[in-house]
């Protein structure tokens, strides 16, 4: 069956611009039947945001903290290494300072066993 009605363009055009006129009435209507659900929601937002921020304040405190503890190992390791190697440094200096004292009390004690003898010989030749 056909249409009775003759759809013109002028029609169309009429139809078309009351569509789009009901179309932005019910967006106006829906947005401002949302904007108490829009506060609320952008108020969620910001305390979520502000959650994340100090959780994230927390994990950086809690870094630093940790960065503190394993530098202040770090300088005690290094400070008790360095205190093993100046320890080990004076060991060696003394043993050192002993084997020359040694060594020059054996040439003292070879050069006096030395001169007695040749005092001997000398007492003997007279």
């Not at 002028?10 to 789009?20: G, V, Y």
């Not at 969620?44 to 927390?58: C, D, G, K, P, S």
Request: aromatic fraction near 2%.
């Amino acid at each position: 069956m056909k249409f009775s009605r003759d759809n013109g363009l002028s029609e169309r055009r009429n139809t078309a611009t009351d569509a789009k006129a009901a179309q932005l009435a019910a967006f106006k209507a829906a947005r401002e039947a949302a904007l108490p659900k829009l506060a609320d929601r952008q108020a969620e937002r910001l305390a979520i945001v502000e959650t994340r921020n100090q959780r994230r304040a927390e994990r950086e405190d809690l870094k630093a903290a940790e960065q503190a503890a394993i530098k202040a190992a770090a300088d005690e390791r290094e400070a008790a290494a360095e205190l093993a190697a100046r320890a080990e440094a004076d060991a060696r200096a003394l043993a050192e300072n002993s084997r020359i004292s040694r060594v020059v009390e054996d040439e003292a004690a070879r050069k006096a066993e030395r001169d007695r003898r040749y005092a001997a010989r000398k007492a003997r030749q007279r």
